[in-house]
């Protein structure tokens, strides 16, 4: 890998850290404004609906420009969401709007990475993007709810200077700084020499285009198998988080903290299987990894024999490692096929689209649950409480893990079935000729 892609991953990188530090300042946000414990499940929500809203738009922007100049335009949209928080717009609001340019900014940094590197270092590249990505997304939660915390609102207290200023109002300062620096690390991406298609406005054009290649990726056979896998990974990842979440609570008698550090653990062991797919898997032998799915399935289930800290902590660490070694190299061949088809920015605005409808149901029947559980509570209940109560439902929380991890292995399971049967289909005619 040449400087060019450091800069690209340098850029990708405090972009992200900066989106999730931010999430948790806006969490801090809204609990000192003593919102309903509901728009904390929103304030995802309106990030990830920009995902699925703007997606037969996201990739042809992509696509008419440089994508070192898109995602330069996409950072600016993003720090004008964090400024708009800083002054005092609502942070499900203000959230929304970096959201928007997350969701432009998606198809320009994975469409760069295909136009600027050979494909057959694809999946190595996508096994750096997403040990990145994860290692931002655990720095950010560390960063965000540092700078929001107690100690940080002691020190500003303690200097004549900051006095007046809120943690959370410290914390969005920072992060400002942050997307400042991506912004000056986006503008030293070079620029590609790569065919730029005209941007049309017209919404019925640009529907017709984008359901044009939704349609085109999914009949592929490569395209299909490997953006119904990535889909069913980011949908059951948004699902494993609450999944996880409760069976620490309640299985292990730990509390919400360090049930947190739990699925941080998930998130070092994708970092880990992300790089060593890089390392091992080529491009031509994506899909000999998906059994790591059905593998992944299988621990899931595995969480209801587990009744220690340690092992439940190694548990995660194989979950996610076997997740990131099967999702980076079927993402690199989507992005692969993608680029064939119809261009990398469309490519990557239809699998967007396609895993964040997943999460964006999932994560608004969440917002349904704690708003519905959070009326049925005193008014004084914590959220540890109200996940207890969800948790204490019917079916039991036994039949909930099970039942996740057997979907994952049924539907990892057709998925390689169909695609097999496919590429048989394919190779038959061949050989009769």
Request: some cysteine; proline content about 4%; charged content about 10%.
């Amino acid at each position: 890998m040449d400087r060019g892609f450091f800069k690209i991953l340098g850029a990708q990188f405090f972009s992200a850290l900066a989106d999730n530090a931010l999430f948790f300042a806006a969490l801090a946000l809204l609990k000192e404004r003593h919102a309903p414990e509901w728009h904390l499940s929103m304030l995802l929500w309106c990030f990830t609906v920009s995902y699925v809203v703007i997606a037969p738009y996201a990739g042809s922007f992509a696509d008419s420009m440089h994508k070192g100049q898109a995602m330069m335009l996409c950072n600016g949209i993003k720090l004008i969401g964090c400024l708009g928080m800083l002054f005092g717009l609502p942070p499900i609001l203000a959230y929304a709007i970096v959201g928007f340019g997350a969701a432009a900014y998606s198809p320009a940094k994975y469409g760069i990475v295909t136009e600027y590197l050979p494909h057959e270092k694809l999946v190595e590249a996508n096994g750096w993007l997403e040990g990145a990505t994860v290692f931002a997304i655990i720095l950010g939660t560390i960063i965000g709810g540092y700078l929001s915390g107690a100690s940080i609102k002691k020190w500003l207290e303690a200097n004549t200077l900051t006095q007046d200023l809120s943690s959370t109002q410290f914390a969005i300062v920072i992060i400002t700084l942050l997307y400042i620096i991506a912004a000056i690390i986006n503008s030293k991406i070079p620029k590609l020499k790569t065919r730029l298609k005209p941007f049309h406005i017209s919404p019925v054009h640009q529907a017709k285009e984008f359901a044009w290649c939704l349609k085109r990726l999914w009949r592929d056979p490569q395209g299909q198998a490997s953006l119904a896998i990535t889909t069913l990974f980011w949908g059951a990842g948004a699902t494993m988080r609450l999944v996880v979440l409760n069976w620490a609570i309640l299985w292990l008698a730990i509390d919400l903290e360090t049930a947190t550090r739990l699925i941080a653990i998930v998130a070092i062991g994708i970092a880990i299987g992300a790089v060593a797919a890089g390392r091992w898997v080529p491009l031509n032998r994506a899909f000999s990894v998906m059994p790591a799915g059905i593998g992944m399935g299988v621990l899931v289930i595995c969480m209801l024999w587990v009744n220690q800290i340690s092992v439940a902590a190694l548990l995660m660490l194989l979950i996610g490692a076997l997740s990131g070694f099967f999702v980076v190299p079927l993402n690199a061949i989507l992005q692969h096929r993608g680029h064939q088809l119809m261009g990398a920015g469309h490519s990557i605005a239809v699998q967007n689209f396609n895993e964040n409808l997943g999460i964006l149901a999932m994560v608004g029947i969440h917002a349904l649950m704690v708003k519905y559980l959070s009326t049925q509570l005193p008014e004084n209940s914590s959220a540890l409480l109200i996940v207890q109560y969800a948790a204490h439902g019917i079916p039991p929380m036994q039949a909930i893990i099970i039942g996740f991890g057997v979907l994952v292995i049924v539907c990892m399971a057709s998925i390689m079935l169909r695609y097999h049967c496919k590429l048989k289909y394919q190779v038959a005619p061949n050989d009769k000729a």
